[in-house]
């Protein structure tokens, strides 16, 4: 009887958005938001606005804690045969505010998957810190992903 007579609530830890007309569209799962000093960040906007670059196939992202709160990472798998264009990848990132733009982007060969094809987000916060290849630092200046290390190998 939460709604109306005879229905049924369950606590899930969804989040749900209800539009104009009353449907609910889901948001994100609670535990999964990132929580960045601007406030809660869904890790589904971060992926839907990551998969606006051509060559991302599957996409996860989560909250990297940054003293008190969170700063927003991700994991890309390319689709195959594809090669990273940072250009599409950065301008991607772009259409997000900038506290919710991912700070570390780590391309994958495979994405680990559910049985039901939903990627798997455990594990995403230690890969991100890793170093090696394949690691794109978001660089606030430039407003685009730079290759980990690359600040190093600059010259003046």
Excluded at 43 to 68: F, M
Excluded at 92 to 112: F, G, I, K, S
Aim: with cysteine; charged share 25%; glycine share 8%.
């Amino acid at each position: 009887d939460a709604f109306e007579p005879g229905d049924t609530w369950f606590v899930t830890g969804d989040i749900f958005e209800v539009d104009a007309v009353g449907d609910f569209w889901f948001v994100d799962r609670k535990p999964l938001m990132v929580m960045t000093r601007m406030g809660a960040v869904a890790s589904t906007r971060v992926e839907d606005a990551l998969y606006g670059c051509p060559s991302v196939a599957l996409c996860i992202a989560a909250g990297l804690p940054d003293g008190d709160h969170e700063v927003p990472i991700a994991a890309i798998q390319l689709h195959p045969a594809a090669s990273l264009d940072l250009d599409a990848l950065s301008a991607a990132a772009l259409t997000l505010p900038e506290y919710a733009r991912p700070r570390r982007v780590r391309v994958v060969e495979q994405l680990p998957l559910t049985d039901g094809f939903r990627p798997i987000k455990t594990g995403l916060r230690d890969l991100a810190q890793a170093g090696g290849p394949n690691l794109y630092l978001w660089d606030p200046h430039a407003q685009r992903f730079e290759p980990a290390g690359a600040e190093d190998r600059r010259v003046g």
